[in-house]
């Protein structure tokens, strides 16, 4: 399994950015896949994820509305559209293999991992 992620920066808050991460070693398109996210000194916290068909949806409600998911099966990438960034949104983002995992489990094959600061 590899998950490669990118489009992270420094943006003000306000600002967007959109994270892509590409998949490789696995059928892409039978697995949910999720966006997960962790802050300096927190543990990780699940963003969002999508089924594999791309047509069902789930978000934190902490970035319900502001964030968008999507996904391109016949190029094996995973995208995360991010508007109306915040602060509290300063975090490094990670691709993960899976949806939302039981309580007690952790989440899926993960990448290295895209920073992104929000910041005025």
């Known amino acids: 399994v590899q998950l490669v992620e990118s489009g992270g920066g420094m943006v003000q808050p306000g600002g967007s950015l959109r994270l892509s991460c590409a998949a490789a070693?696995?059928?892409?398109?039978?697995?949910?896949m999720s966006w997960v996210r962790q802050a300096p000194g927190k543990g990780p916290e699940w963003v969002s994820s999508i089924n594999p068909g791309g047509d069902k949806t789930a978000y934190a409600d902490s970035v319900k509305g502001r964030f968008t998911a999507s996904r391109d099966n016949a190029k094996n990438m995973l995208y995360l559209q991010m508007n109306n960034l915040e602060p509290e949104d300063t975090a490094l983002y990670y691709c993960a293999r899976g949806g939302l995992p039981p309580p007690g489990s952790d989440f899926g094959p993960r990448g290295q991992g895209t920073q992104v600061t929000v910041s005025s």
């Open positions: 070693g696995f059928t892409f398109s039978n697995y949910d």
